[in-house]
């Protein structure tokens, strides 16, 4: 599988895209593939003994459809609207459906949201050094999945893993002093002034820093002097 192959041959910390289809019996497989127009984001999740729960939105053009049939699916046991606009539903849930999460726990590397669902497959973003990879690449086939890797960067250099607006609310929030001791901004100071909303902030700060202290501690440590 030339997916595989990549991934071998990848060394360092890599950044990558994966496209994999959902197991059928799952709920959002179901959704997603009643609703092949619609757009899932799973913004963020835990799981909780038996039972996840989600925050999670539809972008569609039918929004009332596609928040009645997360609602109303047997493995959905509780689900709370909180925002609805023409093309948009905003809604918190439960559910008994904890593959996903079984998966990443069996994989060994976190899965970075929002996680993307649309029409029976998932998206999501993933940062690790090689041997996390390879790993993660063997759970996959371990587990029969198919899967499609849409991009790949490996680099030795921090700022390649950054996306431009990771590295724009990094610099914005290192300017405002938010990581500063004690701090001279707070995250709602600092999602003011980039115009976004606190919980995309603290998102996309998050996302940033994972990814420059997994470089560090994979890369940057093992090239020091005591290491060589």
């Not at 109303?72 to 593959?99: N, Q």
């Not at 990443?104 to 970075?112: C, F, K, M, Q, Y």
């Not at 995250?187 to 995309?200: E, F, N, P, R, Y």
Request: net charge negative.
């Amino acid at each position: 599988m030339a997916t595989a192959n990549i991934l071998r041959e990848a060394v360092g910390v890599i950044a990558a895209r994966l496209r994999i289809r959902l197991p059928e019996d799952i709920w959002i497989a179901d959704v997603s593939q009643a609703n092949p127009q619609a757009t899932f984001r799973l913004l963020s999740g835990i799981r909780v003994a038996t039972r996840a729960v989600e925050l999670g939105e539809v972008t569609t053009d039918d929004p009332a459809t596609a928040g009645d049939a997360i609602a109303t699916h047997p493995s959905v046991t509780a689900y709370e609207e909180l925002e609805r606009t023409a093309d948009r539903v905003l809604a918190k849930y439960e559910t008994t459906d904890t593959d996903l999460y079984e998966f990443v726990a069996e994989s060994g590397l976190p899965i970075e949201y929002p996680v993307t669902a649309e029409n029976g497959w998932y998206e999501f973003d993933l940062t690790g050094s090689r041997s996390e990879f390879d790993h993660f690449r063997t759970a996959i086939e371990d587990a029969g999945r198919q899967y499609e890797l849409l991009s790949l960067v490996h680099s030795t250099d921090p700022s390649g893993l950054l996306t431009e607006r990771q590295r724009d609310v990094l610099m914005a929030a290192l300017r405002a002093g938010y990581f500063e001791l004690p701090r001279d901004c707070t995250l709602a100071d600092l999602a003011s002034a980039l115009d976004i909303d606190k919980s995309t902030a603290s998102r996309v700060l998050r996302r940033g820093q994972t990814r420059i202290v997994k470089w560090f501690l994979t890369t940057a440590a093992s090239q020091s002097p005591e290491n060589r």
